[in-house]
């Protein structure tokens, strides 16, 4: 059992652990996200660059939103977040990144694959953390909700299906 500092929230214990270990879970892969967006950003090469360039930033920012409201979240319920790298880097989620510089379709279907895994990650979550603490379960959709319409406009972009 985890320690949990004492908050004056009308939820017990369980519902507490039970919410933390949920957004914990996601946390790494949202963690992960911002980083590899940053990488495509970077290296980014094509005909279509500054348009999606431009685009990585933005999911970028909405990104690094979504990992403080959920880190911010665990430590409101008396958890402690965890986001360090030997922690970031145990998510087994995503595929290896290209080396090197990047198409701008290696970018986008890089991107869109990681976008898709956070989405499935917290999807999985929703459920179990709407059971119990639907402050916490409205959180995680809007970060859903946010990811998928960044991956529909993402993929968008692509040359063809």
């Not at 914990?24 to 980014?44: D, F, M, Y």
Request: charged share 25%; glycine share 8%.
């Amino acid at each position: 059992m985890t320690t949990l500092r004492t908050v004056p929230f009308n939820l017990s214990d369980d519902v507490r652990e039970q919410t933390i270990g949920n957004l914990q879970s996601w946390l790494p892969s949202l963690i992960g996200l911002t980083l590899r967006l940053k990488q495509a950003h970077w290296n980014l090469r094509g005909v279509r660059f500054k348009s999606v360039h431009e685009q990585l930033d933005e999911i970028l920012a909405d990104a690094r939103d979504a990992v403080d409201d959920v880190a911010e979240r665990i430590v409101t319920l008396g958890g402690a977040a965890d986001g360090v790298p030997s922690t970031v880097s145990s998510y087994a989620g995503f595929g290896p990144f290209p080396a090197g510089l990047l198409s701008v379709e290696t970018a986008i279907d890089t991107i869109c694959s990681d976008l898709a895994a956070v989405v499935r990650d917290g999807r999985r979550h929703i459920g179990s953390i709407g059971e119990v603490d639907p402050v916490s379960e409205d959180l995680a959709i809007g970060i859903v909700g946010a990811v998928e319409k960044h991956h529909w406009m993402l993929h968008s972009q692509r040359e063809a299906d």
